[in-house]
């Protein structure tokens, strides 16, 4: 276990999809960009075109660690109804190490409707709250609860990301990557605080 993939849709919200790949990157966990259509060139919700890394259908996900999936219209809805994503994220939810990710509609439009947020508490873009079944809704920036970690949507792109980082490398490397970006002007500034 050890890879990460982060999943394109045409009409992927870019600004979610890229801060997720470049803290990732600069926390230096390994993170490949995963086209789901028949093109490496996939574009997102406000017209920026991304070449990713992979092809879905090229690609085996046997030792994937982290799924990540931004959020976007039509994105999301684009990521939920594509079948072998549905069932890749099925297994991942029952595996013992693997973990997901997932920000503004996709937790609700992805996860929820595949019921594997029940029992979790759960964010998500407000208004998609109804399609997050069994869970546990919180107003909350981010959330982690289990395997999961979920944003509510674009402004909290970056502290997502520090989240996932967080969870998978420790809180000191999170305060180290959150620093060189200058999220706070000193670093004794209380970065605790930033994770509640």
Known sequence: MGESFLF?????????ALTAVDVLRRAGIEV??????SSLQ?????????????????????SAKWLILPGGM?????????????GLLRRQAES?????AAICASPAV????????????ATCYPGFEDKLEGAEYEASPVVVDGKYVLGN???????WSLHIVKEEKGLDIAENVANGMLLYPKIDSGFN???G
Do not use: M, W
């Not at 394109?8 to 979610?16: D, K, M, R, T, Y």
């Open 8 to 16: 394109l849709a045409e009409g992927f919200e870019e600004v979610e």
């Open 110 to 121: 992805v996860l929820g409707q595949l019921g594997l947020l029940e029992g979790h508490k």
């Open 193 to 195: 605080n930033y994770f």
């Open 32 to 37: 490949k960009t995963v086209s789901i259509t």
């Open 42 to 62: 996939v574009t997102g919700a406000h017209g920026v075109t991304v070449t990713a890394d992979l092809l879905y259908d090229n690609t085996l996900f046997t």
């Open 74 to 86: 039509p994105g999301a809805v684009n990521l939920y109804e594509f079948a072998p994503l549905q």
């Open 153 to 159: 949507g674009p402004s909290n792109a970056l502290s």
């Open 96 to 100: 013992k190490e693997g973990r997901i």
